[in-house]
């Protein structure tokens, strides 16, 4: 097998390992520390009563630009998702990393 990120199993069949290059105890690391504040951001809207239990995060060179949670009671809007309103955010932001 020539890709590394490919694994064969006894029967034949073939899965992905892993699709990021890298240590995987660092990208371990790496995602749980994201997909945590991801969860805090959620636990955050459901304590706040803006809408269901969602958050999204946006990260940029491995830092958390913009942590958002749900945000469809609150602003009576169906499209106020928390990935929509975590890239709405980083709009707003106008930061020189992005290019929107």
Known sequence: MEDANLVETKD???VVA???PG???ALQDRDHKFLTRAVEEAYKGVECGDGGPFGAVVVY???VVVSC???VL???DPTAHAEVTAIREVRLKKS???CV
Do not use: Q
């Open 23 to 25: 240590h995987p105890e």
């Open 18 to 20: 892993s699709a990021f």
């Open 61 to 63: 060179n491995e830092e």
């Open 96 to 98: 020189s990393y992005f």
């Open 12 to 14: 034949g069949t073939i």
């Open 69 to 71: 949670h749900n945000m």
């Open 74 to 76: 609150k602003n009576t």
